[in-house]
């Protein structure tokens, strides 16, 4: 299995509150991905790495920001968490990021709840 | 419109039996294509790589029609343990794109 930890594993916190979940990675992948799953909707990406310092924004930003000051850990913060933005949260790696075979490698996912 | 379209099932079926899933795609640019597997509560995990020539892996069978933008996933002599969603992922450029899954449930 890809090195890949996220942190923590589970998180209740209260409308208003900052968030920041934890990605770390002990494969040297240039890549990084922060998911939302939820039912019906599928993985949906959030923001994304691809390098130390060098980030953009998936499809669904609103409301999170992204930090890589290592290329072993990528941070997602909810600067203030609202109840649409419960869900399970996916860290996901990959070498490239492009390219024929190139694959996807997950963390163990984070489930946040926002009462 | 969707990047990734998928039947999202349920599908039950008997042990035993041959299952087929089916994914479209909308960008003809796509590079790469994969079946992921995921469990209740449980990441994703690459099931296979899916090729134009076709690849099995096992009672796995995965083929993409580049013409059609069309995948699909073949499973034989399903197995209890075959239970789960399976997801169809596409790689365009530096991104990931995700089918919202099918549910497989395989039945004693």
């Known amino acids: 299995d890809a090195g890949i930890t996220q942190s923590p594993r589970h998180k209740v916190t209260e409308t208003g509150t900052p968030v920041t979940l934890r990605c770390h990675q002990t494969?040297?992948?240039?890549?990084m991905y922060w998911y939302r799953q939820d039912p019906g909707h599928g993985l949906r990406l959030i923001h994304y790495?691809?390098?130390?310092?060098?980030?953009d924004k998936g499809e669904v930003s609103d409301g999170y920001s992204v930090s890589r000051s290592k290329t072993e850990d990528f941070l997602l913060t909810l600067e203030s968490a609202t109840s649409s933005q419960t869900s399970v949260y996916f860290c996901?790696?990959?070498?490239?990021?492009?390219?024929?075979?190139?694959?996807?490698?997950f963390g163990s996912g984070t489930q946040l709840s926002v009462l | 419109r969707k990047e990734v379209e998928q039947d999202p099932g349920p599908f039950n079926v008997p042990e035993g039996a041959t299952v087929a899933f089916n994914c479209t795609y909308s960008?003809?640019?796509?590079?790469?294509f994969f079946w992921y597997r995921q469990d209740c509560r449980k990441e994703p995990k690459l099931l296979m790589s899916?090729?134009?020539s076709g690849n099995e892996d096992g009672r796995f069978t995965a083929q993409l029609n580049r013409a059609s933008q069309y995948i699909s996933l073949l499973i034989r002599d399903s197995k209890l343990s075959d239970s789960a969603t399976y997801l169809c992922?596409?790689?365009?450029?530096?991104?990931?794109?995700f089918g919202t899954g099918t549910s497989l449930t395989v039945i004693p």
């Open positions: 790495s691809y390098g130390v310092k060098d980030t």
């Open positions: 992922v596409v790689n365009e450029g530096n991104q990931f794109y």
């Open positions: 996901a790696i990959s070498e490239s990021g492009r390219g024929t075979n190139e694959k996807l490698f």
């Open positions: 899916v090729y134009s």
């Open positions: 494969e040297n992948h240039r890549y």
């Open positions: 960008n003809s640019a796509s590079q790469s």
